[in-house]
């Protein structure tokens, strides 16, 4: 199993392999159009081998997987994948998809989340750059835990990725989103050329 954000190959040869890339700007809403045709959003996955996190729901498909961190009682989740499977319009903008994507994640209409959804506040990044995604920010009084979904839709690619965060109600989940993203390296994509 090659892990995301990784090189990938069908034949297994040098010369197949296809290298991830950060990307050399911000990607806002409005840019989506200008990633290179044919490229695929990735997950790095900086917690493969990191003790402290317990690898937790991979998905057959091998497109969601999560973490466990025993330090913090979080929880993180990572899907990557096309968004026609997830039956998002592609002719649609990428907030717009990235608000159905959100939705479709969460089991909920986008009507239902609209009022929720917010832009900007758990972002993903790409090396130094930020990728703007869509987010809902919310609480399970009876699971006593608080929680972030973020998803990002590149229509343009026909590709989406989605992120969570849930923690222990004490922790603010922002602010864990944030360290994560900081101090471990999560919540960031790199992009495959076409292959």
Not at 74 to 88: A, H, K, R, V, Y
Not at 97 to 121: K, M, P, W
Not at 151 to 168: E, I, K, Y
Request: aromatic share 8%.
């Amino acid at each position: 199993m090659v892990l995301a954000g990784c090189t990938s190959s069908t034949t297994g040869t040098t010369s197949d392999l296809r290298t991830a890339s950060a990307l050399s700007a911000d990607l806002g809403f409005d840019d989506g159009a200008d990633l290179a045709a044919g490229s695929e959003p990735q997950w790095s996955d900086p917690f493969a081998s990191d003790s402290s996190f317990t690898a937790v729901a991979i998905s057959d498909d091998g497109d969601s997987w999560g973490y466990a961190d025993a330090d913090t009682s979080c929880t993180l989740g990572f899907w990557q994948g096309g968004l026609t499977d997830s039956n998002i319009d592609l002719s649609a903008s990428d907030i717009d998809a990235s608000d159905a994507l959100l939705a479709a994640t969460t089991g909920s209409a986008v009507a239902d989340i609209s009022d929720y959804t917010e832009s900007d506040i758990a972002d993903f990044v790409s090396g130094t750059s930020l990728i703007s995604a869509r987010s809902v920010l919310g609480a399970d009084s009876d699971a006593g835990t608080t929680y972030v979904v973020s998803a990002r839709a590149f229509t343009a690619l026909d590709q989406g990725l989605v992120a969570s965060l849930t923690c222990p109600s004490a922790t603010d989940v922002l602010d864990q989103w944030q360290t994560y993203l900081e101090n471990d390296g999560a919540f960031a994509a790199y992009f495959l050329p076409s292959s």
